[in-house]
T-cell receptor, first 116, second 112 residues
């Protein structure tokens, strides 16, 4: 019961290339989150949206990272240009109900990104 | 700044054993605390969410407690099964920032 479909599941690309990760909520939601998971830093919140509007992007590591939510059914996380240190698993998650952090979070299965 | 620690990092137990996973946090101004399970190659599954006004939450064989004064939460798993094998993460949401800070997890293996 992910409630969220992420694509691609795996991405391998060379340094300097543009990478676009996709997230599609498959049921209603109120908030959408992008997280990054690495062995060194664990799970970190990058950005979250409410009603398609970015609320807090303070976790986005650099200007190379950008996220959009053009509609309620789709969000993208883009890295341009990509660097080897961006290698990680990127998760999209949603919550339903009022309060971004008051309800259980439902995660997708993630995109495993490797930058060579 | 909130810090969340989970000890031990890994744990192996025989099937049927009752066990406790620990989560410690440094800032007692907790808004809520959430326990997750993560299977290899998968996302996180929310198990239990404890609001700051609550002391514990239960779901089936799982019971999570919250003690803000001591900066601790525990996840109790009764009668463990091989299917419980996974990594368990706790995440603390602190009043003010509200964003979750995650622990690094406890990797549990239940032996048949």
């Amino acid at each position: 019961d992910a409630g969220v479909i992420q694509s691609p599941r795996h991405e391998v690309t060379e340094m300097g290339q543009e990478v676009t990760l996709r997230c599609k909520p498959i049921s209603g939601h109120d908030y959408l989150f992008w997280y990054r998971q690495t062995m060194m830093r664990g799970l970190e919140l990058l950005i979250y949206f409410n009603n398609n509007v970015p609320i807090d992007d303070s976790g986005m590591p650099e200007d190379r990272f950008s996220a959009k939510m053009p509609n309620a059914s789709f969000s993208t996380l883009k890295i341009q240009p990509s660097e080897p240190r961006d290698s990680a698993v990127y998760f999209c998650a949603i919550t339903r109900g009022t309060g971004a952090f008051s309800q259980p979070q439902h995660f997708g299965d993630g995109t495993r990104l490797s930058i060579l | 700044k909130q810090e969340v620690t989970q000890i031990p990092a890994a744990l192996s137990v025989p099937e049927g054993e009752n066990l406790v996973l620990n989560c410690s946090f440094t800032d007692s101004a907790i808004y809520n605390l959430q326990w997750f399970r993560q299977d290899p190659g998968k996302g996180l599954t929310s198990l239990l969410l404890i609001q700051s006004s609550q002391r514990e939450q239960t779901s089936g064989r799982l019971n999570a407690s919250l003690d803000k004064s001591s900066g601790r939460s525990t996840l109790y798993i009764a009668a463990s099964q091989p299917g419980d094998s996974a990594t368990y993460l706790c995440a603390a949401s602190t009043s003010g920032t509200y964003k979750y800070i995650f622990g690094t997890g406890t990797r549990l293996k239940v032996l048949a």
